[in-house]
């Protein structure tokens, strides 16, 4: 079998297999800077040649642009309003706690920690001492029921929250 040929990169100066496929063209290798200066190599040999100089300009194209523009008043001045809210205010949500935490206490972890950061994972271990997922899972629901309680006012009834350290405590982390 035949090896493929090394060429040497414009750009970096490196040698590099090229893309079988475009073997006799490929002049720049895959990397970053090389790929955006074989661009910029293509576009000004594109446009150096004479028939491309007034590509979009000219009388014609002016016209079409003007036209277009008429069609379509306001586009390039539609837009976000200033200081308009991009979500509603999540406090004036109803919370209704017993039905969703029944819900949620048969998931895995993965299941309710998905669409949240990993930062809420890399607190909460800490704060249980463990990075066990069943851990972390549990702390989670007890969690999630005391933050619950707290929304709906019902924090503070002699409610028992969790066995997780507390702040002061020997096994508690600083935050």
């Not at 205010?89 to 029944?102: E, L, W």
């Not at 949620?104 to 930062?119: C, G, K």
């Not at 629901?141 to 009834?157: H, Q, Y």
């Amino acid at each position: 079998m035949k090896h493929p040929r090394l060429h040497k990169c414009l750009c970096c100066g490196e040698l590099f297999r090229a893309d079988p496929r475009n073997i006799r063209h490929q002049k720049y290798c895959s990397q970053a800077t090389c790929r955006k200066a074989s661009k910029a190599a293509s576009q000004r040999r594109w446009l150096a040649k004479p028939e491309n100089r007034d590509y979009f300009r000219g009388p014609v194209n002016v016209a079409r642009v003007q036209f277009w523009r008429q069609a379509h008043p306001g586009y390039r001045h539609r837009g976000t309003k200033k200081g308009a809210a991009l979500q509603e205010d999540s406090r004036t949500q109803p919370v209704d706690t017993k039905a969703q935490s029944d819900l949620l206490a048969a998931n895995a972890l993965q299941d309710y920690l998905a669409s949240q950061p990993a930062i809420l994972i890399g607190l909460i271990a800490p704060i249980t001492d463990s990075a066990l997922q069943e851990d972390i899972a549990r702390s989670t629901r007890r969690l999630l029921e005391l933050g619950r309680d707290i929304l709906s006012g019902r924090a503070g009834d002699g409610h028992q929250t969790s066995n997780l350290p507390r702040a002061g405590s020997p096994g508690a982390y600083p935050i």
